[in-house]
């Protein structure tokens, strides 16, 4: 799952997790956080810890175990298109167009949630 926003990302989880019930399927939410050029790219101008602290609470709720995995990055699309394993299914809340259609033209397995 990549997050959107947060209501498009916990209609995404609750898909995702349902799709997922039953088959041992791992499930990982991928968040990229970007990280201006006038910072280090190690030095986010929000802390690392507090955006986990957000995202461990936004998978919180489920009936499910996620890891979550932010990605300090300068460009997210690329940086998302990037950490996808070749074999990933996709689920990603419809706040992110752009980015969906950019992953369908890679060949990726993709289930948009809206």
Not at 90 to 113: E, F, H, M, T, Y
């Amino acid at each position: 799952m990549i997050f959107t926003d947060v209501e498009g990302t916990r209609a995404a989880l609750t898909a995702a997790a349902g799709l997922a019930q039953g088959l041992g399927l791992p499930l990982e939410l991928l968040a990229a956080r970007v990280v201006p050029y006038p910072l280090p790219l190690n030095e986010p101008p929000v802390s690392v810890e507090f955006m986990e602290g957000a995202m461990s609470r936004l998978v919180g709720d489920l009936d499910a175990e996620v890891s979550v995995n932010i990605l300090l990055c300068r460009d997210p699309d690329q940086t998302l298109r990037q950490a996808l394993g070749p074999d990933a299914l996709v689920v990603i809340g419809g706040g992110k167009p752009k980015l969906a259609r950019l992953l369908q033209s890679d060949g990726r397995r993709l289930i948009v949630i809206h």
